[in-house]
């Protein structure tokens, strides 16, 4: 056999193991590799705990956090997870070799590159972005790119003997540095002056609980019924403080209803309008609605008549909505329990019932 054969079948020019320039294989797949679990991880703690940590959680992060696509259908994992695990493979993959290799790299990063364009589109459809969001997205098609160059080229990993140690190092700390930094200590509320005042009004001893809703929201009702639930095992140690924020324009009958249950709250009645409003189904939550309500929460009519003819229930919606605004909201359902903001129906009963415990603690 001649020099020249035994090159070719088994030396390093060989197609199936050529190594890779160092400055494409850092900048094409090992960069966006560590930039993806960095922001993956961030993402996970903040989509872990009702407070993000990293994130602005009145902006971007909190609008896309509310979009269908933050968590995986049937499952309801957040998004995050799976984008952790995708960066995970890939940091193994970066320095096993051969055409198989290259291949399940290369097929995983064309999936997740359209999720990132689907992704990136759908916060330009709402109008906001998510920062780390966007690092995810990006660094996921710049692996695109390296992982075809990869393929065509039939790159395996450098010869460098440094190199998959400092990547090894550096991918351990891009995931673990987050996720323990998020887990192992307590995320950082920011608190709105709006949410201190009130509770700086509410008794000693009792845990303020505010609930900014509209009774025709679909997600509004679904988490009353578990916050009914857990607020029910607390009786006598939790202030309820409701504001109104109909929105109109999606929901027709909210106002009429929020007008009910102010005009409820009025004669020291307006838990119980409101779990009847609530229960209702959203067709009967008309003035004529309503009025049924208030008979069934034993209301004085003539008195209830004269409130909802007022000015007052206008007044108090548009004072409610100016409070939402100061406080940072974006959507609804948006309760606060004691400091903790927790927004959106994915809840469980589980995490009101700790948020409860922990705002007895602070009080």
């Known amino acids: 056999m001649t020099t020249e054969e035994h090159t070719t079948r088994n030396g390093p020019e060989s197609p199936a193991n050529r190594p890779a320039p160092l400055l494409p294989w850092l900048f094409l797949l090992v960069v966006p590799t560590v930039l993806g679990l960095i922001a993956s991880a961030m993402l996970v703690v903040d989509y872990s705990h009702p407070v993000p940590l990293f994130c602005d959680d009145h902006g971007g992060c909190d609008a896309v956090r509310k979009t269908m696509f933050a968590s995986l259908p049937f499952v309801h994992v957040p998004t995050p997870y799976l984008g952790l695990a995708a960066f995970v493979v890939f940091a193994i993959l970066l320095f096993l070799k051969g055409a198989r290799v290259r291949f399940v790299q290369w097929t995983l990063a064309v999936i997740g590159a359209v999720l990132a ?6 916060q330009m459809r709402i109008g906001a972005f998510c920062k780390f969001c966007m690092v995810v997205d990006v660094s996921m098609l710049v692996l695109l790119a390296g992982s075809i160059r990869r393929k065509l080229f039939n790159w395996d990993a450098p ?18 540095g987050p996720l323990a930094v998020g887990f192992l200590g307590e995320p950082a509320t920011r608190i709105p002056p709006v949410i201190e005042r009130e509770i700086e009004k509410t008794p000693k001893g009792k ?4 609930d900014f809703a509209d009774f025709e929201c679909p997600h509004c ?19 309820v403080v409701r504001k109104h924020v109909p929105l109109v324009k999606i929901h027709p009958h909210s106002e009429a209803a929020a007008k009910a249950a102010i005009c409820a709250e009025v004669q020291g009645k307006g838990e119980r309008m409101a779990d009847l409003l609530f229960l209702s189904p959203v067709d009967r939550l008309t003035k004529e609605g309503c009025e049924k309500a208030s008979h069934a929460a034993e209301l004085n009519f003539d008195a209830y008549q004269a409130c909802v003819e007022s000015p007052l229930p206008n007044e108090r919606i548009e004072a409610d909505r100016a409070t939402f605004k100061e406080a940072g909201g974006l959507g609804l359902p948006t309760i606060w329990i004691g400091r903790q903001d927790l927004r959106g129906s994915g809840f469980e009963e589980a995490d009101y019932r700790a948020a409860v415990e922990k705002a007895l603690i602070e009080r």
Do not use: D, M
């Not at 364009?117 to 759908?122: A, N, P």
């Not at 009702?221 to 202030?239: A, F, M």
């Open 117 to 122: 364009v689907l992704f990136i589109t759908v």
């Open 207 to 210: 845990v303020l609980v505010i």
């Open 221 to 239: 009702r679904i988490v009353h019924q578990k916050l009914t639930r857990v607020l029910n095992h607390y009786e006598g140690r939790v202030t």
């Open 159 to 176: 010869s460098s003997s440094w190199l998959p140690v400092v990547t090894g190092i550096g991918a351990s700390l891009a995931a673990l």
